[in-house]
């Protein structure tokens, strides 16, 4: 069964705020939202960049303690002369990078040595800022999504998009006729659930880009916690609490967990038990064994917080 590694918060919802924006990043700190992506990339325009880099490291500094909302900082891809310039923000010492269009684990490698260097130079304690990739934006990406195992404890979590890869594949829509991504993107989807749980860190799905349209957002946030995603990313604080209420776990959902693993533990001898009329066997017993964990590490966040990362 896999496990969220016990270092890492878990987060339901990650919020994107632009870096160079007083205003949406006060917003953001207003809002419920586990965490702030304070993006350097595609929301800010390449001439604020600079100022956007210092905004974002003014921020972190302001804002040691943790424990209602962890910020993390979308840098620019790896490749571009940007990048090194955005990492800039890591002396503040950030949560975590979000770390876009990667083409696999390498890509979390090498940022991983970076950031060693950069904790090590200005006494940040050593593997405390994790790492995030967009893991579906490159077309050599999709057939890297095994890759993540082991790479690096700093990986924390997986996330896909599926605008970029689009436009890399020259496709004029991600949609197909009926609304619904079309086959490729939903490959990208699947991918990276399966290459997050392969790597036991949590799956973080995709933005719903419609965000007055909160029946949509609920009924997409609904489907990918079904599918076995644990947060999703918001791209406007009015998404964030339809997100967090939709990666809660209920007060019934827990409850029949709790009944699951009771009626395996009073029949320690049985493969598959009844309940309620329903046959159960070990993989419901996993089932209801994460749920509560997942339910537990979320409880255990919001008791006891993160630490002053002064």
Not at 9 to 22: C, N
Not at 76 to 101: C, R
Not at 214 to 240: C, E, M, N, S
Not at 245 to 272: K, Y
Request: net charge negative; with cysteine; aromatic share 6%.
């Amino acid at each position: 069964m896999n496990q969220l590694p016990d270092p890492i918060r878990p987060v339901r919802s990650f919020l994107f705020v632009p870096a160079d924006s007083e205003r949406k990043m006060a917003k953001g700190a207003d809002s419920a939202a586990d965490a702030l992506i304070l993006d350097l990339e595609d929301s800010v325009a390449a001439s604020r960049t600079q100022i956007a880099r210092g905004m974002a490291l003014d921020y972190l500094r302001s804002r040691p303690d943790r424990s209602r909302q962890q910020l993390w900082v979308r840098i620019n891809p790896l490749e571009t002369e940007s990048a090194l310039q955005d990492l800039v923000t890591a002396q503040g010492a950030p949560d975590g990078i979000v770390l876009p269009k990667v083409r696999g684990a390498a890509d979390v490698v090498r940022l991983s040595h970076y950031l060693e260097a950069i904790e090590v130079r200005d006494g940040i304690a050593k593997g405390s800022i994790r790492i995030m990739p967009v893991a579906t934006e490159t077309p050599q990406a999709l057939f890297t999504l095994g890759s993540y195992e082991g790479c690096s404890s700093r990986l924390a979590a997986l996330t896909w998009g599926a605008e970029d890869i689009a436009a890399a594949l020259g496709a004029s829509t991600n949609r197909a006729q009926d609304g619904e991504y079309d086959t490729i993107y939903q490959l990208a989807c699947s991918l990276c659930l399966a290459g997050a749980h392969a790597a036991g860190v949590q799956p973080i799905d995709t933005i719903w880009a419609d965000f007055k349209d909160d029946p949509g957002l609920r009924r997409d946030a609904q489907r990918a916690r079904r599918r076995g995603f644990t947060g999703k990313i918001a791209i406007h604080p009015g998404q964030v609490d339809t997100i967090n209420a939709a990666f809660t776990p209920s007060d019934e959902e827990l409850a029949h967990a709790r009944r699951v693993v009771e009626i395996f533990e009073s029949n320690p001898g049985l493969g598959t038990v009844g309940l309620d009329g329903k046959m159960l066997d070990m993989p419901h017993l996993k089932q209801a064994q994460r749920l509560l964990a997942l339910a537990q590490r979320f409880a255990g966040s919001t008791a006891e917080g993160g630490s002053d990362r002064s």
